[in-house]
Structures are given as structure tokens and as C-alpha cells.
T-cell receptor, first 112, second 113 residues
Framework: DQQVKQNSPSLSVQEGRISILNCDYTNSMFDYFLWYKKYPAEGPTFLISISSIKDKNEDGRFTVFLNKSAKHLSLHIVPSQPGDSAVYFCAASARTGNQFYFGTGTSLTVIP | KAGVTQTPRYLIKTRGQQVTLSCSPISGHRSVSWYQQTPGQGLQFLFEYFSETQRNKGNFPGRFSGRQFSNSRSEMNVSTLELGDSALYLC????????????FGPGTRLLVL
């Protein structure tokens, strides 16, 4: 069973515009969330995290929003740049351990 | 600090063989987790080791095993390889207080023929 879902396999955005990547989860015990970016033939690179005590966390061009009642989180990238083109994964964990559940990823293409 | 390193980077094996993959975590990190990535499946959690003990385990058959040494380096072993084991195997390290940000290595690409 896929406890973390990224329902959009791909997304295309014009350079300079906002990219919004979405992630849904089913397990109400999840309380720590991560976003990673992955280029082909490389390991995932950590982008930003959020814990359930917050509903928003910002780091430069990246902002993650968490809606606990909807079990939904989103990653906003503003402004989008061609170098942001990659696969983005969201991941979730419960406070009881260090086991993360990953979504299947969204491939973002930023068009110059 | 040096990042997470994995060896080898690429590996070709045949069905029925076994394979051992190695992961060296970031200095000071005591937790090492292993993931399998296959097309369309995202990253699937295999197991996590902390202080030489398996702390968490995913839903993989017993052919997949691991261990961690006193210096926090970890190895993953897959016995009796099947074609479906072809994947990118990633390890990630973190300090070990969980849950916390995990930092990934570049992965080992395993091809089973």
C-alpha cells in the first residue's frame, strides 16, 4: 500500500513562474516530512523539511506547506529555474522511528 | 564533511548469485538506511541500522539482509538474485535521533541478467 502519493508524474513550467508539486499521505501518524530533488544517476538531494507542528517552512526559493487535516503537503518553487528540472520526491515518517515512506516522484521540467 | 559514499557504483550479476553493497555514512552519523528504487515505484525502504542493530525493517524478503559495523559503515547483501532485483540501491545516513533529515549517497546500480 502506497502511504505517500504523488499523483502527478510530470509537470512543466515556464522559467520564472511558480512550480507547485503536490503530495498526499494516508497515515495520520506521519509527522515529519521531507522533500528531495533527484537528478538521473545521482542520489536524492535534500531540499526542505517540515514537522507537523508547523504549516509552512521556507528556504530561499522553496516553501513547503502542510495541511494536516487534508493530509496534504505541497512544495512551491518561486521563481522556477531551468536547473530545477529534476524528479522531486516527498517522504514522510512517524515520530516513532527513522523509517521514511516515499512517493513515486514528480518529474519537473522548467522551460527556458 | 565528506558525504555518503557507496561502492561499487555499478554491478552486473546473474540470477542466483549473491551481491554485497557497501555504504559509508557521513562522519558522526550513526543511522544508515537502505532503499531500493525501481522505475515507477519510488524509493522502497529496506531497513535501517543504528549502533550495529537493525532498528526498522521494510517489507522485503529475507534474501535481503544487512549489517552495520562499529564505525557505522553498513553493508547490504542480496542472496539468490532474481531479475526483479535489478534496481538502484541507495543508502542514507543521519545522526540517528529519528525522524530526521537523511542524506543520500549516489547509489549502486545493480543489473541482474
Amino acid at each position: 500500500d502506497q502511504q505517500v502519493k504523488q499523483n502527478s508524474p510530470s509537470l512543466s513550467v515556464q522559467e520564472g513562474r511558480i512550480s507547485i508539486l503536490n503530495c498526499d499521505y494516508t497515515n495520520s501518524m506521519f509527522d515529519y516530512f521531507l522533500w528531495y530533488k533527484k537528478y538521473p544517476a545521482e542520489g536524492p538531494t535534500f531540499l526542505i523539511s517540515i514537522s507537523s507542528i508547523k504549516d509552512k517552512n521556507e528556504d530561499g526559493r522553496f516553501t513547503v506547506f502542510l495541511n494536516k487535516s487534508a493530509k496534504h503537503l505541497s512544495l512551491h518553487i518561486v521563481p522556477s529555474q531551468p536547473g530545477d528540472s529534476a524528479v522531486y520526491f516527498c517522504a514522510a515518517s512517524a515520530r516513532t522511528g527513522n523509517q521514511f515512506y516515499f512517493g513515486t516522484g514528480t518529474s519537473l521540467t522548467v522551460i527556458p | 564533511k565528506a558525504g555518503v559514499t557507496q561502492t561499487p557504483r555499478y554491478l552486473i550479476k546473474t540470477r542466483g548469485q549473491q551481491v554485497t553493497l557497501s555504504c559509508s555514512p557521513i562522519s558522526g552519523h550513526r543511522s544508515v538506511s537502505w532503499y531500493q528504487q525501481t522505475p515507477g515505484q519510488g524509493l522502497q525502504f529496506l531497513f535501517e541500522y543504528f549502533s550495529e542493530t537493525q532498528r526498522n525493517k521494510g517489507n522485503f524478503p529475507g534474501r535481503f539482509s544487512g549489517r552495520q559495523f562499529s564505525n557505522s559503515r553498513s553493508e547490504m547483501n542480496v542472496s539468490t538474485l532474481e531479475l526483479g532485483d535489478s534496481a538502484l540501491y541507495l543508502c542514507a545516513s543521519s545522526p540517528g535521533q529519528g525522524p530526521e533529515t537523511q542524506y543520500f549517497g549516489p547509489g549502486t546500480r545493480l543489473l541482474v541478467l
